[in-house]
């Protein structure tokens, strides 16, 4: 009805500094594993396997690249290719 109260809000898809305690990694659809959204860089998976990796070295890569993790997100910077969240694994 025209008189209830309605009630609107909106979330901002970076609504704080949360990169501290950020435990998240993303895994596409074509095995590429981004330690942040916000970054371009991704270690591919997918081709050190098909190239026959060994477990070992596959766990010593995914454990650099999340050592490597930014302090900070990079979602503001101006040299930035957007992509979409179906295409990054989100």
């Known amino acids: 009805a025209a008189d209830d109260p309605i009630a609107l809000g909106f979330i901002h898809a ?11 990694v993303r895994l596409s659809p074509t ?7 916000s970054t371009e860089g991704a270690l591919s ?6 190239a026959g990796c060994t477990d070992q070295s596959l766990e010593e890569a995914i454990r650099e690249a999340l050592l490597g993790k930014v302090q900070g997100h990079q979602f503001w910077a101006g040299n930035r290719t957007r992509q979409s969240m179906v295409s990054i694994g989100g």
């Open 45 to 50: 998976l997918r081709d050190m396997m098909r």
């Open 31 to 37: 095995g590429r594993l981004r330690e942040c959204l």
């Open 14 to 24: 970076v609504s704080d500094h949360f990169c501290e305690q950020c435990n998240r």
